[in-house]
């Protein structure tokens, strides 16, 4: 089950990466980092080298063209309750092209994908819930601003509840940089 939740949610990701083009703009620069926590959501280690999130965060890089830097990932859980929820994270720092236009590429070739409130960061986001070559659906949230992307991935929620997932960890992974 974890792993084919981790290659679920790697295909799905690695899709999402095709569309990474270059992006920038005004704005303050960002730094984003993995923490071991996110609120009440754990970071597995065990789980990532399952998913093979290194191999996903070397894919996002190779196909952005170089543009892509600072690339981090993780997968964490949430134990508590009557069923853990799960989320792949991989975000990073890119340059050249809008938010506006890295979503609006993400929602043309994502089919079902939705425009969403990106949270209190501001920029663009939008969600989908996909079907991955395995059984199963997955939920996928991405964002963009000025000098980031980010997308959150998981097989235990749906892309609604996922969004509200996203809107809350990302102020803890995308911090002003000093």
């Known amino acids: 089950m974890v792993a084919a939740a981790g290659v679920a949610a790697v295909v799905v990701a690695a899709g999402a990466a095709d569309v990474l083009g270059v992006f920038g703009g005004n704005g303050p620069a960002h730094v984003l980092v993995a923490p071991d926590r996110l609120g009440a959501y754990v970071r ?20 952005s063209a170089g543009q892509a830097s600072h690339v981090v990932s993780a997968v964490y859980e949430d134990s508590a309750g009557s069923s853990p929820q799960m989320v792949l994270f991989i975000a990073g720092n890119l340059s050249g092209v809008s938010a506006s236009d890295f979503i609006s ?27 991955a070559s395995v059984p199963g659906s997955v939920a996928l949230c991405t964002w963009a601003d ?5 997308v959150v991935a998981s097989l235990t929620m749906n892309a609604t509840k996922l969004a ?12 002003a940089a000093k």
């Open 44 to 63: 597995r280690p065990q789980l990532e080298k399952q998913a093979s999130v290194a191999a996903l965060r070397h894919e996002v890089i190779a196909k």
């Open 105 to 131: 590429s993400f929602t043309q070739q994502s089919k079902g994908a939705f425009v969403t409130s990106p949270g209190t960061l501001g920029g663009s986001a939008a969600c989908v819930n996909a079907q």
């Open 146 to 150: 000025n000098d980031t992307f980010g």
């Open 164 to 175: 509200a997932e996203m809107r809350v960890m990302r102020p803890m992974v995308e911090r």
